[in-house]
């Protein structure tokens, strides 16, 4: 049975910023002591019987005290700039909603982010960036925040995404990645681990030529002096 105990290890702690990740964090922290239930239902639990046994007075008496443990928690997790938002809350529940209506928004609120985010998801292109690994940097910090605001987005439909918006260098490497595997089943790490390959093999072919170039031209001037010599 999970501990209700929540002096170690620290809640994580939140000032201001990057809610939704201190949110994910929070509820993790909350679960694991057993008081999560308890911020998302405020209810008193159910009164004694007229003449409770001492395991129901057990009970009663943890299942009270995880009303306070867990407001306790979310107090200790915030800065003291945003413990005085909370500090007038009686339950756990009422300090959780307080902090995500102000710091995430209504439902309202929410849904336009989603939006926003999912229309600089679907316009986001490859050609946009230096490389593969900046653009995949830019595409999963969008998706994190997706799903950080609790909506769904699944890796097929992020590998997708990527197969439609690379550049033409890539078309070799797609028709290969075609006939080798099922592009339905491939994962979103093993799409870039073979992108990143191609991509890294591209560059060392163009250091070469160009190592290649810079050697033949040195080379040229070496016997163009030598014959103004003679």
Known sequence: MA?????LPPPPIFSGENYQIWAVKMKTYLSAFDLWKV????????????????????NYSEEKAKRYKAKSCIEFSVSDDIFIRIMTCETAKQAWDVLKEEFQGSDKT???????????FEVLKMKEFKNLKEYNDRLMKIVNKIRLLGEELSDKRIVEKVLVSLPERFESK?????DSNDLTKITLAELFNAL???????AIRQEDSTEGAFTAKKKGKMQTESKGRK
Do not use: D, F, G, H
């Open 174 to 178: 797609i028709s290969s990645l075609e």
């Open 196 to 202: 990143q390959a191609q991509e890294q093999r591209r």
């Open 110 to 120: 929410r849904q336009m982010q989603v939006l926003n985010l999912r229309r600089e």
């Open 39 to 58: 911020v998302e239902n405020e209810k008193e639990p159910p009164q004694l019987p007229a003449n409770p046994t001492v395991t129901q007075m057990k």
């Open 3 to 7: 501990s209700s105990n929540c002096s």
